[in-house]
């Protein structure tokens, strides 16, 4: 899932979606009830951050915390260089756009189920994910089995 979400797919390092300015902007930390990941895209793993279950600050609505993955998009304006907080506003929305709709192709290909979220407590969740100040909490996307 997290391959086809945003993973390398040429040896000239592009992935699986494009990105403005090849910026590559994102990381997607990964919640589950063991702990919490960040996905390593070059090596295509996830590196243990904490072993907290973090699922309840994945969205502000009760069925979030029932989900067994959800995938928190940040958005690293640190990585955006030469142009205005305007565009990369708007820049990283396209983009998560592109990633977000992988997920949701797998998912189906999957018979999982999907949503994205944007109530999500973006203060809350920079917090316990421990971001830097140019790190953006964008949109969540749990994914489960259908009807749980």
């Not at 040429?10 to 590559?24: C, E, L």
């Not at 979030?64 to 506003?89: C, H, Q, S, W």
């Not at 969540?140 to 749980?148: A, L, M």
Request: hydrophobic share 40%.
């Amino acid at each position: 899932m997290l391959w086809a979400a945003y993973g390398i797919n040429r040896p000239d390092g592009f992935r699986t979606v494009p990105a403005a300015k090849n910026w590559y902007e994102y990381d997607i930390y990964v919640l589950k009830s063991d702990g919490w990941f960040l996905y390593e895209v070059s090596k295509h793993t996830l590196l243990k951050m904490g072993n907290e279950d973090l699922r309840i600050y994945g969205g502000t609505q009760d069925f979030v915390k029932a989900a067994p993955v959800i995938l928190v998009y940040v958005a690293d304006f640190g990585r955006m260089n030469d142009t205005t907080d305007e565009l990369r506003k708007f820049f990283s929305a396209v983009d998560v756009g592109y990633i977000s709709q992988n997920v949701y192709l797998w998912c189906a290909s999957e018979s999982l189920a999907t949503i994205i979220l944007g109530q999500v407590d973006k203060i809350k969740v920079r917090e316990v994910l421990k971001l830097r100040p140019d790190q953006q909490v964008i949109l969540s996307q749990p994914v489960g089995h259908p009807g749980q």
